[in-house]
């Protein structure tokens, strides 16, 4: 097994171009517009306990979670510029949990007030959940600022877990039903170096599918929380879409500190099954919104796709573990597919709106019509458009540690290599060894495809440089001069010894692709969606005086123009292109073939839809093949 | 208004072909089947009125309907052939619904044993409906038979029902949750020659959307039983589509007794919007199984379409009633469209099993995985094999009625005028004033298109024939030479002093033709589905070795071949023709244009599918434009 160290984002400076512009709108929007909603509807209150029947604002099973999750994000900005204002913000809520947390090391502020004789008991009501974003936030919190009350508070509170769960068995149930904890829990032991939570970690993610005492909600079964089999046994992606992803992150950061090749394995074997069956092109996954989860092979419906925000967050995050094992360029791929397209989309263009669904398809007729019908007989469809607040609120601050840590998917680091995944405008320092090497990455990635790494350290060395499958024709320039680096499961290996101001350009095929699904996905048969690099784009209709979006064929002929512009404040490439629609004539059933006439299509990328309002969109075109 | 009377199918003998095959398969197998499963699930016993609590088969609101409407059924049958042993069957049923019937004339076997005290205070529970019914059945009964007990019974209990809703308004509400009751009133005037009868009927009609008294499902609203505006002011078709068109049924019964043109404008105004908006290719209704019902314009999912045989059986129905005022081949074009594919769906090539719901796409693999969930997140589907009964079982006997009496399609009469309306291989005995015609009608359609009808009188009229909206190259012969004759709304106007022995050929265009919908119809843009005469084809994945049918191009040039064969013992033409499938790659996401090759597609009869085991089906295939 490869082991790769992680170049954290605390190490790299991202400078300028697409990330720093959503890095600065998040540290200026969004999270302070999180933080407003989150006191606006009680969910810092309820820290403190106070909460008595009949008063507003009962605190919810997973409130809890939203507020450390905003804390680990918070702790992610202020480690790139301290700011006594949002740290004397942190530290109230450190000061609450502080007072709430029980002697026993007992702190959950919904069994606390609401229903404190139900404490362990339930295994569905993420009280493990919320104890796992806990100790994310508190270990962030302390590595960006020092403090660690919070990161005290978190372990004692382990210390309670380990004894109940792992030691006296004297809980109600064996395994969280919400993963969370495990990943945290490796963390905290990367964190601390203190053996006990990595074996705490083991036995939460071991135990899980062999328990006689997990049971699962009522309306589903262990699949939805991924108990169905020991984890090892486990060859499908099932059962809620972000706890899955949970699980198997927290499965691979557990076969990297132990070197546990056939758990490795098990996680390669899900990491297969998710992306070349189950994973929409946005890199969404979760196809239901029954159960929140992966449904079956090739099953990906696009307007009722669930593709929730978080589910890719865990996707990226999975994937950004695998690589450290297993050096494979799929990895950066899917996780940039999910980062880019369906993460973004988690989010509005003005930082301030969220999507917790992101379907690949939006048909506002049949949404405003289930509206308009009684509850009764709604069906579930994803909103279509973005809002400033959910009841269930996970993804908001989830978007917002993804963003402030965003750096962390660029490098990682073995004895003699450094592997460059993800590409940014930033400036990294990476320790080869102990030789401290320093990177300048400058790049308009997403949108253009030149990347140029400038060593500004002298060292001897491979720069292991991620090809992006889509990118067909790669070129490589040492100083200018065409290089053709080995390539190994899609990393270019150049082994080199770097003088300082070496640069290494990689120019990428940046030319638009249409893709089809496999013949299984039902649901886009005979239709392609547009990628250029790693951005999918989709059609509103908005942009286009035509009637139906679904209608509308694009040819393999297609040559695209592209648009540099400004949306939303966001500077993006817009794609446009000539594409066929049909004349409309009023019968319902009319006679093969029909009339179509040229009309000018312009795409925009998928995670920028549903930013200027409600309209119909849609991510697969009608393809036409010429002969 | 023109005015037209039906020549009924007591007029007219089935002598050989495609309907003569079908009601002896039903006179033979179906007939008993459902009265088998009846008597099993206890349908039978239940009229007795005897059962008690802790009894099992506790009498259920609708179940009533079931046996007066297989009693209608069995009626139509006797019509053509008296049967002592099935008539006493019915007369056991009979004389316990006549001992059931309480003194005032109340008969209704729920609320006589389950829920007395509730008796007319429950719109939504099918009270009414029941009522309907038994009218239906009574009449038919007494037709086909003499025998009037029934009749008596339901004149009895009609009696009452005028007093309590019509004249004292003592019921907690006004008009039924279900119609039936008004179409069956207007058929009892028709029948019985009583005024009070039309009286109550137009009541009822005229009543709904006005009552303020009229509740609704808790779950729905009122729009799901029509009740939504004053009928007269409905301009879209609203709500459970069986409802719906038991409604417009009546409305259009009732614009004929009383000559009401804005009555009539209304119902083609309905008309209109379900053919031109909300009708499956099939001639299914009911978008969706939330409330059975319609749902908004161009809304037609394949996969989840409820279209309830009931409601093409209804839809037949109205098309029949508006085709007597408004001789439009429209009307015609759409009951054989229900009726040669959705509503012979309804039933197995076997005769025995039957569909409720008969979607236009079908995905084993979908199924099977949601049939394999816990309850709480399972999705509705349709099923994919037909079965013996439902527990909602209106659908069977509704098809016994339809088949049964399905010479009632055929011919109108006005002063001047006979209307042939579909085709069927028959003769005709019509009265055209007093002079008694007879035609002989011999056709192999719906699977060949040449229809001869031989004048068996000598009398001087109008024939008028159909030309079948889909037949763009009609040739029309008088005694073998070709005629010209004036077109109308879709009707061949023939003036003639006809002779015995004149014969009119109608040569049909029998060309395949493929059909796209709407691009409104988001759910099949891209993709046509093919027609023969009135029949719509559908491809079955056991036909084929391939991996989706959905993936299956067809082009507009293609060429077909007919295969007249047998299946599942029914004589019909299947198509053969070549098309195009994709070559399987195993990514998930394959770069444009993929790879084809050629393959031979066997297109069935849409209402054959399903008969060989559960496999996947498509209605709608890609279409493929040729320059």
Redesign the interface.
Known sequence: MTEIKNVGFEDIAITDGFWKEKQDLFRNVTLDAIYQRFKETGRFEALKCNWKKGMPFEPHIFWESDVTKWIEGAAYFLQKGRDAELEARIDELVEDMYHSQEKNGYLNEYFTVVEPEARFTRRTDHELYCAGHLIEGAIAYAEATGKTRLLEVAEKYVALIDRVFRVEHSAAFDTPGHEEIELALVRLYRYTGKKEYLTLASYFIEMRGKSTRDTC?????QK?MQSHLPVREQKTAEGHSVRALYLYSAMADLAMETKDQELLDACKTLFENI???R?Y?TGGIGS?N??E?F?????LPEYTAYSETCASIALAMFCRRMWRMDPDARYADCAERAIYNTVLSGVSLSGDRFFYENPLAA?P??NA?NDE???????HLPILQRVKVFSCSCCPPNLLRMVGAIADYMYSVSEKTIFAHCFMNADATIYLNDTRICLEQKTGYPYEGDVTICVQSDATFTLAVRVPGWSKTTEFYVNGEKAEPEMQTGYAYIYRKWEKGDTLLLKLDMRV??????????AV?????AMRGPIVYCAEQLDHGV??M??V?IS?KATFSIEYTVLGGEKMALLHTMAE??M???????????Q?EKMELTLIPYHAWANRGITEMTTWL??????
Chains 1, 2 share one sequence.
């Open positions: 909600y009522e309306f589903a079964d939805n992306t070349q069956k994973m092109i239901t029954r159960g989860s449904t079956f092979d090739y099953d048909d007729e049949r019509f019908r009684p509850e009764g007989i709604q069906e692709k249409l893709f089809a699904a496999h013949p299984k996905v039902k048969c005979g239709r392609v969606a009637t139906s679904r209608d064929r393999q629609k049909r409309i004539r009023q019968e319902l059933y009319q006679e093969f073939p029909y179509t009608l393809d036409e093949m010429e002969a």
